[in-house]
């Protein structure tokens, strides 16, 4: 072992998800969920939030440059968002792909864009894209006790025993 590296157990992956004041307000947050938990993620935080314009512009802070972050900024603080951390294998990439493209109209049907909504403006989800921004995002939304770790027991079945 190198000197000073520290050997200890993996940290489980996690993303942050949120569904937007649109998935909200048209009632999608049951079937929303529903997909991320039969896929076999772990919900390991959940609560509903109205962020202020000021919070949305610091969750989108990279698109600030782009013409419609003003107006995105305005949406995500328009109504309650129901914001998430979710864990699992591969949950940050997978869990985009579960979500679809950002544009609906560009998304796979089975997808829950493609499924579930038409324009990019009012595209009903959040998802973390990488794991710096996953760790970014659960902070900026998440106090670290509001991450509730457990083990599940449908974990030996997703995952088998070796
Ligand atoms: P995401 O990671 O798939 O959500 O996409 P981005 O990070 O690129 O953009 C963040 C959000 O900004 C998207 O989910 C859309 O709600 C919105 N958005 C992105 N591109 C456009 C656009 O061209 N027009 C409008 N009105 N909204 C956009
Ligand atoms: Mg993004």
């Not at 649109?22 to 962020?51: M, N």
């Not at 990279?62 to 995105?72: A, H, N, Y």
């Not at 990019?120 to 710096?132: A, L, M, T, Y």
């Amino acid at each position: 072992m190198l000197q000073g590296q520290e050997v200890s157990a993996a940290e489980p992956e996690r993303t942050f998800i949120a569904i937007k004041p649109d998935g909200v307000q048209r009632g999608l947050i049951a079937e929303i969920l529903s997909r991320f938990e039969r896929k076999g993620y772990k919900l390991v935080a959940i609560k509903l939030v109205l962020p202020s314009k000021e919070f949305a512009q610091k969750h989108y802070h990279d698109l600030k440059d782009r013409p419609f972050f003003d107006g995105l900024c305005d949406f995500l603080s328009s109504g309650p968002v129901l914001a998430m951390v979710w864990e699992g294998e591969g949950v940050i990439k997978y869990g985009r792909k579960l979500i679809g493209a950002t544009d609906p109209q560009k998304s796979e049907p089975g997808t829950i864009r493609g499924d579930l909504a038409v324009v990019v403006g009012r595209n009903i989800i959040h998802g973390s894209d990488g794991p710096e921004t996953a760790k970014d995002e659960i902070a900026l939304w998440f106090e670290p006790t509001e991450l509730v770790s457990y083990t599940s027991n449908a974990e030996k079945w997703l995952y088998g025993v070796n």
